[in-house]
């Protein structure tokens, strides 16, 4: 698994229409907790990790979606996350995106906050853990602290 600023670069520049739903800047994708990546040929084309904030991004080249390659980058993603102790992963899904909100919802993340953004309804999605790794359901109390970041 490669992990390369410059390749992370060339993946990045090279998502076209993924960019219309795929709304991390660059820069902080590059300043991560966790990245995983995923290549065909030494090329990178699935990128997935968590922000600083907590924040789940997965991002697939068009020509690899639907192979399951994001799916098991953000499988790969809650797994490290949960050997690293995290309490919680967030994310931040446009509500038209029904493929990945059931993806997400298959792996546990539940929607606790609908909103618009630029003309656009997004939904929050969170998957908490307890100190096992394991999700629970206390999931009012991360769903608090999530939206009071969310405000900011």
């Known amino acids: 698994m490669r992990n390369d600023i410059q390749g992370l670069k060339e993946f990045y520049d090279s998502l076209t229409n993924e960019k219309e739903t795929f709304t991390l ?6 300043r991560h907790k966790l990245i995983i990546t995923e290549e065909n040929m030494g090329k990178i084309v699935g990128v997935a990790g968590i ?7 997965v991002a697939v080249e068009s020509e690899y979606q639907n192979q399951k390659i994001g799916q098991e980058l ?6 490290k996350a949960i050997e690293r102790n995290f309490s919680y992963i967030s994310l931040s ?5 029904a493929k990945a ?4 919802s298959k792996l546990g993340f539940k929607t606790v906050h609908a909103s618009t953004r630029n ?6 999605m969170v998957l ?7 999700c629970y359901k206390g999931l009012l109390s991360i769903a608090l602290m999530v939206l009071s ?3 900011r």
């Open 93 to 97: 899904v446009f509500e038209q995106n």
């Open 25 to 30: 800047p660059f820069s902080s994708m590059v």
């Open 128 to 134: 908490p853990f307890n100190r096992r790794g394991v």
């Open 119 to 124: 003309q656009r309804r997004f939904l929050v």
């Open 149 to 151: 970041a969310i405000r």
């Open 74 to 79: 953000v499988k790969k993603v809650v797994k």
């Open 51 to 57: 922000t600083k904030d907590n924040s789940l991004f």
């Open 101 to 104: 909100i059931h993806i997400f």
